[in-house]
Structure formats: C-alpha cells, structure tokens
C-alpha cells in the first residue's frame, strides 16, 4: 500500500551558518507503504535524499537516511529534535549519533534513536542530522519536517499492525530445546514453531527447511543417534500438522556429534540437546 500527505503550510526560511536541507513546508509529503514482512514511514528531502523510518515485521523501528550525493564528510553526525521556527525559545533535544559513510549510500540508525525520533516528531519537533561540510565548508544540516506526520503515523501503526510476528532473521535459525532423554515438545517449543509456520506460509520464497537433530552424551552413541531422529521427527510432525508442506523438509540426524557446549555440565548437556531449524530461500 502506499499513501501520500501532502502539507498545505507557508515555506519557512532557511538558517544560513548551515548548508540545510529541509524540503519546503508546502511541499513536504510522507509516504506510507508495506506490507506483512516491512512497512515504511518516508519522506523525501528536498537536494538531499530520502529519510525512512522502518518497522520490518517482529523487530523495533529503525531511521535510514539515503543520500543521492552526500556533502557530508565520513565520521559521526549529530542527531537532535529541533524545534521548528514558529515555536521560538525551544532547545534542540539531542537524540545520539549516525555514522556516515564516503559517497552516497543509507546510513542507518538503531531503533533506540529511532524511537526518540519518532517521539520529536509526535511533539511537533524536526529530527535533524548534522555533520561537516566537504572543504572546510559550512556544517552540512538535513532536517525531516514535523508537517503532515500525524495522519502519516496513523497509517503506518495501521501496517504496523499487519505485520508478521517475526523477521525471517529471527525465524531462520531456530534452536529447539529438550529435556534430557526426550522427545518431546515443551510448550516454549511450540509456541516458537508457532511461529515460524506462520512466516513459511507467508513467503513463498521459502525453498526448504532443513532440521539438523542433535543430543547430549548422555548414554551410547547408537541410542543418541536415534534420539536425535526422533527429535527431529517430533519438529517436524508438529509443522506439518499446523499445515507445512511435507515436501518442503530435509533431515539429518547427528546424535551427539556436535556438541555446542561442553558435555561436562548439565547446563551444557541441556545446549547439546537440540534440533536446529533453519529456512533457505531461494
């Protein structure tokens, strides 16, 4: 989906010890577009490049700031909320730093910055980025306006709201867990498969599902073999019946080959005692 709010506001003035970026307030338009794996909160600044707020789906918002030619130097900007001109006597928030990068790219910012961000701009505040100019130049200063943003963040909570409970980062690699000597699924395991089966059913990119079943040392190493199988077995009965495509699964059945803890400790036998989910898309 995407929808665009234009801001039907006079153009502000420019401060001029910066050389400012800030698209003009008559034309400032965010952009809201996703679907169940990300969704998207933008605006494009005006000579600069584009400012983006992302939500991906089972992780916290992050900010990128793409740039089409950066006169920023490399090295660490600043990053403050910034009152706009028509609320005078307010002081800049500090939110924390980005690093840039040589030439145009995204910088990117981690969800912590990011909410404060998103929390200048539910106040009315600008988030803003600053950092030298090329050739001892003015300070390099790109400002995303407050206009418009709060019919634009009603919409984005309402793809937010769409989103898949995980990203395929956190779903790809899975470790299910066992009590020792068993094959069954705790209620944490299923509830972690859960979850998983509702991402392999929503992208169509998942070409495989390879489930690697392990155990401790505990016992003979003809018997923890078949233990392993049966763990695996178990994992992968319980996806199909919530409705995963048998032909999607590969096995492999390692006994107590390869540990990832030593086997000295209970703490590390309960770490050997596992089944590795892993999703390969094409």
């Known amino acids: 989906m995407t929808r665009t709010y234009p801001a039907l506001l006079l153009a502000l003035a420019l401060p001029a010890q910066a050389l400012t970026f800030q698209t003009r307030m008559e034309d400032v338009q965010w952009q809201v577009t996703g679907d169940q794996f990300a969704c998207r909160l933008s605006q494009s600044v005006a000579g600069y ?11 916290q918002p992050a900010f990128e700031l793409k740039a089409w030619d950066n006169p920023m130097t490399p090295g660490a900007a600043q990053l403050y909320n910034e009152a706009p001109p028509w609320r005078p006597g307010s002081n800049a928030v500090p939110v924390g ?5 040589q030439g145009a790219g995204v910088m990117q910012v981690p969800y912590q910055q990011a ?7 539910a106040s009315g505040l600008q988030p803003t980025i600053m950092r030298t ?9 790109v400002v995303v306006s407050s206009v418009g943003y709060q019919q634009a963040w009603l919409d984005f909570q309402k793809c937010v709201s769409g989103l ?16 020792s000597g068993g094959d069954k699924l705790s209620a944490q395991a299923k509830a972690m498969l859960d979850a998983a089966v509702i991402y392999i059913k929503a992208d169509a990119d998942i070409q495989e599902i390879l489930l690697d079943g392990h155990s401790d040392n505990q016992g003979n190493r003809l018997d923890n ?4 199988r049966q763990r695996v077995l178990a994992v992968k009965d319980y996806l199909v019946e919530q409705g995963v495509n048998e032909e999607l699964f590969a096995l ?5 080959r390869y540990p990832l803890a030593s086997n000295r400790t209970e703490q590390g036998r309960a770490a ?4 590795m989910l892993r999703l390969e898309k094409e």
Not at 134 to 141: E, I, L
């Open 49 to 59: 490049g584009e400012a983006t707020f992302v939500r991906l789906a089972g992780e």
């Open 97 to 101: 730093q980005m690093t840039v990068h």
């Open 115 to 121: 909410g404060r961000m998103l929390a200048g701009l």
């Open 133 to 141: 100019g090329y050739a001892g130049g003015d300070p390099v200063r």
């Open 164 to 179: 898949l409970p995980v990203s395929y980062a956190q779903i790809s690699e899975s470790l299910i867990s066992f009590a």
């Open 225 to 228: 073999r078949e233990l392993s």
């Open 252 to 256: 492999r059945f390692h006994g107590d």
């Open 272 to 275: 050997n005692r596992r089944v």
